[in-house]
């Protein structure tokens, strides 16, 4: 079937197909989702395609990060995902990378919230509980430490034989101070404008996430997978650094972006919103801090560098209700379930993108998948413009092309379809495609100055613009190569 950005209703695919790894040569990514994997819908515009049946995957898989459960300590992993035929746009995930939450079934998806157990459900001990008895065991040990310390001290000063002294260190609040361009420094000043998310839904379900404050009017920035099960009729709370919860609301949510913006209902006075850097400024081997509640532990620091820029990500949020597109920044440091809608932050303490995704080796049984070095975060220039939108009218706006191109990844490009979603045409009349001379069977090749090898790369390059931006597009056909300017369409909302 066929798959767009525009805003035709889909229908669904015989399989989901993984998506390659990063322009300008992206590098081949996992063959295809596990065999459990959903259907996929057609994706309604800019950049639809016509689904191709995937084959297994071989290589290591993404997994989608979904919001640590609420019950502690064990985390259970996100509800399996439900076919998306008649779900019309979003498609569910191609087989690629996941969200900062929990991963399903070794296959790629977002990761919206796991599922919480309820009161009388028995618990068991899962990955989150290891988290946890570990935690515990090392303030215990430490404890014992001290006290053998303090014994060995006092017997060396009781010995008249030694002669010798023993030398405390100074514990005056000033040895806590750090230099504010070093990493202590920068998490000192972030973490009280980093909040930890519960999002419960109206059955009780529901899972953890990551925040940070966007204005001083109690603007949340986030994931729209971390809050997606709380949006319509649940119960949604922001927990900042120092304890304090506050009751929060959705602004508006975008699924195709993956960005939400949560507004407290009565926040506090002070509110000091992170510094916002510019991601297209940011280079390969930046350094990098992220902020983030993994498997719950809220307030937690992890640090490394950028890996990789503009790496085409895609991935759903479990349910196969929506998919998300974004050409994404890489980085190495450690991110996990529950570390979804925190900050990515430069080393000057600027956020420079919203943690979102992990890759992943996969899972089985109940396990959630954990960090292996590969997370993905939404470029903060992209999420900003996105946040802007949605406090201004609440709904989303998705700069469109106006074809539908296929999913498969092997085709050397975005192949456009010969039929659209619902049996529409593959090419809208009148659509900024069709006014520059594209036409069904065009193999789109080139974004500008960005190499395409698939729909989902095209999605994700074309979702960095807005509405009106002028674009060139490079395309083949009958074994010619061509190029055209194209004027971006839009799109208003997710269905």
Partial sequence: MSTENEGN????????PSVPSAPPVPADAPQGPPESAPAVPTYPDATATQQQPAASAQDPETAPMAPVPAAAPQYAPPPAPQSAADAGWPPPPPAVPAYAHGAQGGGPAWGPPGQQHTADAPRKRGAGGLVAAVVVAALVAGGVGGALGFWAADSNNGSDASGSTTVSASGTPQDLKRDPGTVAGVAAKALPSVVTIDAQSGDGEGGTGTGFVYDKEGHILTNNHVVASAADSGQLTATFSNGKKYDAEVVGRAQGYDVAVL???NPPQGLTPLPLGNSDQVAVGDS?????????????VTTGIISAKNRPVASGDGSGGSNSYMSALQTDASINP??????LLSAGGAVIGINSAIQSTGSTGQSQAGSIGLGFAIPINQAKNVAQQLIKTGQPVYPVIGATVTMDEKTGGAVISDQGAGGTEAVSKDGPAARAGLRAGDVITKFNDTVVDSGPT?????WTHKPGDKVELTYKRDGKTSTVEVTLGERKGDS
Wanted: aromatic share 2%.
């Fill in 9 to 16: 209703e889909g229908t669904a695919a015989e399989a989901a």
């Fill in 263 to 265: 507004k407290l209902k």
């Fill in 288 to 300: 990098t801090i992220a902020i983030g509640a993994p498997f719950g532990l809220s307030n937690t």
């Fill in 338 to 343: 529950g570390n979804s809608g925190g900050p």
């Fill in 458 to 462: 095209l999605i994700g390059e074309i």
